[in-house]
């Protein structure tokens, strides 16, 4: 928090700073180089430029770049770039003439007389070049706060997905594993209660533990028991297999963000007639976690073959979150299984 509170006052001493130096430079620089004592004209006139200068940097920045190059009308921009370079040597050319500047510091320096009093190289050189440090400044800050405002929608996307993930997961899932729970009341007392305290696990999980971050072995809990309760509503034609370790080396991570994958298994990769298979393994090396599902392929699913729309979420949210830090693969294995291996750096 201490960091992002100094940060206005850390911008604004690197500008007072290159200010400065600026000013150091355009009044010390021949004196001290050509051991020289130079007139008070040389002084004064030093002083208007540096405050000139100053004046059209951040009249550059803050009004003419916004309103011309923000705008894509560069003709204006243009426009006030001559103006500005003319107004410049106007003032330049009234100053020397009235006080002979150019004449005193050409005695002072052993030089000959300025050869053109009606164009000042110098004045322009300096316009010109604060010119483009300002508005290269006032593009950088505008492609920032740009780029800021497209992460921050993107962040608030994945909050909004994530909560309709937990809504979708909620009615439908809960509902069937009540009916389960409910039929298993029947034939054994001792399962139906087990699975009514997972349930209502996974619902205190849901509500309060997945806002922002969470935990991987929270992450992993949860995952067991979703296909502990699937496993209630799944036929004898299906076989599922899970290796998911007990012991896991704690990490943050962002909520909800393997269970798509397990979920797509169950939702596409199940027959209502024919064997099934699903394959749920997990490893992990330090902060380095590997998820792999498998789940037979049905043809005529059609969602399968792009993931659905939970493994497109996962993507979004995996690109944004941990950028250059994971790899997912999605698509049929040699052996006709549906495989999903992701590779992500929990760091």
Not at 118 to 143: E, H
Not at 157 to 167: D, G, P, Q, S
Not at 244 to 251: A, F, G, L, N, T
Not at 265 to 274: C, M, N, V, Y
Request: glycine share 4%; net charge positive.
């Amino acid at each position: 928090m201490a960091s992002y509170l100094n940060r206005p006052y850390l911008f604004t001493g690197l500008h007072i700073l290159s200010w400065l130096l600026l000013g150091f430079i355009m009044l010390f620089y021949i004196p001290i180089t050509w051991n020289v004592v130079l007139p008070g004209v040389f002084w004064l006139w030093q002083m208007i430029i540096l405050f000139l200068l100053i004046i059209i940097f951040y009249s550059n920045a803050k009004i003419i770049v916004p309103r011309t190059i923000f705008k894509d009308n560069t003709s204006p921009f243009l426009i006030w770039v001559f103006i500005i370079a003319f107004v410049m040597q106007l003032i330049a050319y009234f100053y020397t003439s009235q006080t002979d500047l150019h004449t005193k510091v050409s005695l002072v320096l052993g030089f000959k007389k300025y050869r053109n009093p009606y164009f000042d190289n110098y004045v322009l050189m300096l316009t010109l070049l604060v010119l483009g440090i300002s508005t290269s400044w006032a593009m950088l800050q505008y492609w920032q706060k740009a780029a800021q405002h497209k992460q921050k929608l993107e962040q608030d996307k994945t909050v909004a997905e994530l909560a309709m993930l937990k809504a979708q997961i909620n009615p439908h899932f809960f509902f069937n594993s009540l009916n389960s729970i409910y039929s298993l009341t029947y034939t054994n007392i001792e399962d139906s209660r087990n699975a009514l305290h997972t349930l209502s696990r996974m619902m205190r999980y849901l509500l309060y533990s997945t806002e922002e971050t969470t935990t991987l072995i929270k992450e992993a809990e949860f995952m067991r028991d979703f296909i502990a309760l699937m496993k209630l509503r799944a036929n004898k034609k299906l076989t599922i297999t899970t290796d998911i370790p007990e012991k896991i080396h704690d990490y943050p991570i962002v909520p909800m963000l393997l269970l798509p994958l397990v979920e797509n298994a169950f939702k596409h990769g199940i027959h209502a007639t024919d064997k099934s298979e699903i394959h749920i393994k997990l490893r992990q090396d330090g902060s380095s976690l590997e998820f792999e599902v498998e789940n037979t392929y049905f043809e005529k699913t059609s969602a399968t073959d792009e993931g659905g729309i939970g493994l497109t979420n996962t993507k979004r949210r995996l690109h944004l979150i941990y950028p250059n830090k994971h790899s997912l693969k999605a698509g049929i294995a040699d052996n006709g299984m549906y495989n999903v291996k992701l590779q992500i750096n929990l760091e």
